[in-house]
């Protein structure tokens, strides 16, 4: 997939692509996780050229991005309400 992307000149999906690190093959589907918003977009806006790269590699499989909350993003989360509830900044270290 990546292969293809590079040699259609889709720079940006074939840089995001290389950032995939959760992915999956589930009944028919190619299933991407991220908690990267940005990666998320690019992959979302790329959706066309992405199923064309699948198709390429003569796999017949639909392709969905599912975004999941980090357990940094959680931990952050957490920080912010505590500061909200305290109405201070609390140092994590």
């Known amino acids: ?3 293809y992307l590079k040699e259609h000149k889709k720079v940006a ?3 995001a692509c290389g950032d995939i690190t959760n992915a999956k ?4 589907k190619l299933i991407i996780r991220s908690s990267d918003d940005f990666l998320i977009d690019i992959l979302e806006n790329g959706r066309k050229e992405i199923e064309s790269a699948i198709r390429w590699q003569g796999l017949d499989l639909q392709f969905e991005v599912v975004k999941f ?5 959680k931990i952050n989360k ?5 500061e909200s509830f305290f109405s201070r900044k609390v140092d994590i270290e």
């Open 13 to 15: 999906l074939h840089i």
């Open 25 to 28: 093959v589930v009944e028919n």
């Open 69 to 73: 909350e980090s357990d940094e993003q």
């Open 1 to 3: 997939m990546v292969l």
């Open 78 to 82: 957490d920080i912010k309400k505590i």
